[in-house]
């Protein structure tokens, strides 16, 4: 979304397929129960450092071997490559998988994801609300 000269991240979406999506529904962790939600509430994660991420665990289990302080650098590096006034994303390619790295729309917070679901309730994307445009959920 761009705000003036402020850019933000609305959105972030990873796609699993071309298949329309018919329904949407909470991403949900293991032990987690929409039923249990009040009427305002959702299930999100945390962001912190302003960034947020989607990662197959593979990749996880990687990066997680990496040396933090090298890791980090280098992401850094590479996000400055693509910067753009308060937004930026990283790419990361892995024998194990990828991870998307990205700025979190209005920074630290906690953001939910939702999954777009095709006829059969088959995952079509993945995407994450940064709560920067107000819309019905």
């Not at 953001?111 to 959920?137: C, H, K, M």
């Amino acid at each position: 979304a761009l705000f003036g000269d402020d850019q933000r991240i609305a959105f972030a979406q990873i796609r699993f397929s071309d298949r329309r999506v018919a329904t949407w529904e909470m991403a949900l962790t293991a032990g987690q129960d929409e039923s249990t939600l009040g009427p305002d509430e959702e299930f999100a994660y945390p962001v912190d450092s302003a960034t947020g991420c989607f990662a197959d665990p593979g990749a996880l289990e990687v990066l997680d071997a990496w040396d933090t302080e090298k890791l980090y650098n280098m992401m850094l590096d590479e996000m400055k490559k693509v910067y753009q006034h308060t937004r930026d994303w990283l790419l990361i390619d892995t024998p194990k998988g990828s991870a998307a790295v990205f700025s979190s729309g209005e920074g630290d917070g906690r953001y939910a994801s939702y999954f777009g679901l095709d006829e059969n309730d088959e995952p079509v994307l993945l995407v994450t609300d940064f709560q920067v445009i107000d819309w019905i959920r």
